[in-house]
């Protein structure tokens, strides 16, 4: 069985700060990965995601993640946060089922 | 990114009442569309999955008589629960998928169902 591990539940940072959010999983067959971002009151929105190849993922608004098989992570990054980073963010796996597991998020609060 | 509808984007009903909540696939056929609910600052859970022209596979502990779903056209999902309980109220959203397994599944803005 699969299963996602979201390590914080809530990082606040400030502005114009670097950020990681952490993210480990655990499958016994080769996954995909994905990170989500959830504004308040609205759907999922796709960040990035891991498929195959180059283990560093670059996705929208200046995220990044690095798959790392042997510690089994897939930690989010951005250098430098803006105030409109704020928001929850969602890791998830999935196997060639395609059903999607979510870790229980984590809460960014950028702080002015 | 591909688009996905679902309507109502919230309801508030009678607990016993029913309420049918849609998705759609705008710009592309949705093979398989999953239908997810989320308890406030709580994740989102796997509740079932539709594919178009066969029964819904409900996950376990998903009672499958009371969240009927019905996938019958390659770009429409709906998600009725039955006799509606203040327990069922929740953020339930939708996602499709065109079936090729290294598809992104794209997510609906979600339904806030309130039953009072």
């Known amino acids: 069985a699969q299963s996602v591990t979201q390590l914080d539940s809530q990082v606040p940072v400030f502005e114009e700060a670097p950020v990681e959010l952490r993210c480990n999983y655990s499958?016994?067959?080769?996954?995909?990965l994905f990170w989500y971002v959830q504004y308040p009151n609205q759907g999922l929105q796709l960040l990035l995601k891991?498929?195959?190849?180059?283990?560093l993922v670059k996705g929208i608004n200046g995220f990044e993640a690095e798959f790392n098989k042997s510690q089994t992570s897939f930690h989010l990054r951005k250098p430098s946060v803006h105030i409109s980073d704020t928001a929850e963010y969602f890791c998830a796996v999935s196997d060639r089922d395609d059903k999607i597991i979510f870790g229980k998020g984590t809460r960014l609060h950028i702080l002015p | 990114g591909a688009v996905v509808s679902q309507h109502p984007s919230w309801v508030i009903c009678k607990s016993g009442t029913s309420v049918k909540i849609e998705c759609r696939s705008l710009?592309?056929?949705?093979?398989?569309m999953f239908w997810y609910r989320q308890f406030p600052k709580q994740s989102l859970m796997l509740m079932a999955t539709s594919n178009e022209g066969s029964k819904a596979t409900y996950e376990q502990g998903v009672e499958k008589d009371k969240f009927l779903i019905n996938h019958a056209s390659l770009t429409l999902s709906t998600l009725t629960v039955t006799s509606a309980h203040p327990e069922d109220s929740s953020f339930y959203i939708c996602s499709s998928h065109s079936g090729a397994s290294t598809d992104t599944q794209y997510f609906g803005p979600g339904t806030r169902l309130t039953v009072l």
């Open positions: 499958s016994s067959v080769s996954v995909y």
């Open positions: 710009d592309f056929q949705a093979t398989t």
């Open positions: 891991y498929l195959s190849g180059s283990t």
